[in-house]
């Protein structure tokens, strides 16, 4: 059975840093795309970037170069999405999400809820 | 700002059939696949159609996908009371060299 596993919830304040893990299980990790995905308090879904374990091959949304980075294990089929210095308004749900042949997102953590607050 | 673009909400009572529209551009839809999400309150989203029209193992057939040029459509026929969710299109943009997502819809099953 294909299952993403995402880490628990996280508080931070401001300024701080933060790195997060989906972990991958029941198919190869080597071969596919792990992408991330934002979501804010009542908003829509915002893609920041994909990963290739394979090889950590790496694209970002212009919207999130820069602001986040996104990196993986494969040893331990594992993804990451880390900020060097957190601002309240990455307050969010973020979701990993296994991507297919046709760039379909055909499973999907369960979220990681990251609250920056003072 | 969402360069695919959706209506924020639809609605419809039990039994009836509805659709939503995506509408992209050359770039993304005119381009490449068009995919479908659905959101249920509180849970991380589900892939409903993929590949323009075509569906996951599990996803009744009640749900179905088309795509005309640089729009898409999500139709739901005999609606049922836990159809209620959000619905999301999604779709490669050659330009952004990544996925957009639409805005969402809100269905409501009055």
């Known amino acids: 059975e294909v299952q993403l596993v995402q880490s628990r919830a996280e508080v931070r304040k401001p300024g701080e840093s933060l790195k997060i893990s989906c972990k991958g299980s029941g198919y190869s990790f080597i071969s596919n795309w792990i992408a991330w995905v934002r979501q804010m308090p009542g908003k829509g879904l915002e893609w920041m970037g994909i990963?290739?374990?394979?090889?950590?091959?790496?694209r970002y949304s212009p919207s999130f170069q820069g602001q986040v980075t996104i990196s993986a294990d494969k040893s331990i089929t594992t993804a990451y999405l880390q900020w060097s210095s957190l601002r309240a308004s990455d307050t969010a749900m973020y979701y990993c999400?296994?991507?297919?042949?046709?760039?379909?997102?055909?499973?999907w953590g369960q979220g990681t809820l990251v609250t920056v607050s003072s | 700002q969402s360069v695919l673009t959706q209506p924020p909400s639809a609605s419809g009572t039990p039994g009836q059939r509805v659709a939503i529209s995506c509408s992209g551009s050359s770039s993304s839809i005119g381009s490449n696949t068009v995919n479908w999400y659905q959101q249920l309150p509180g849970t991380a989203p589900k892939l409903l159609i993929y590949n323009n029209n075509q569906r996951p193992s599990g996803v009744p057939d009640r749900f179905s996908g088309s795509k005309s040029g640089a729009s898409a459509s999500l139709a739901i026929s005999g609606l049922h009371s836990e159809d209620e969710a959000d619905y999301y299109c999604a779709a490669w943009d050659d330009s952004l060299n990544g996925v957009l997502f639409g805005g969402g819809t809100r269905l409501t099953v009055l």
């Open positions: 990963i290739y374990p394979y090889d950590s091959d790496t």
């Open positions: 999400a296994r991507q297919s042949s046709s760039k379909e997102y055909d499973y």
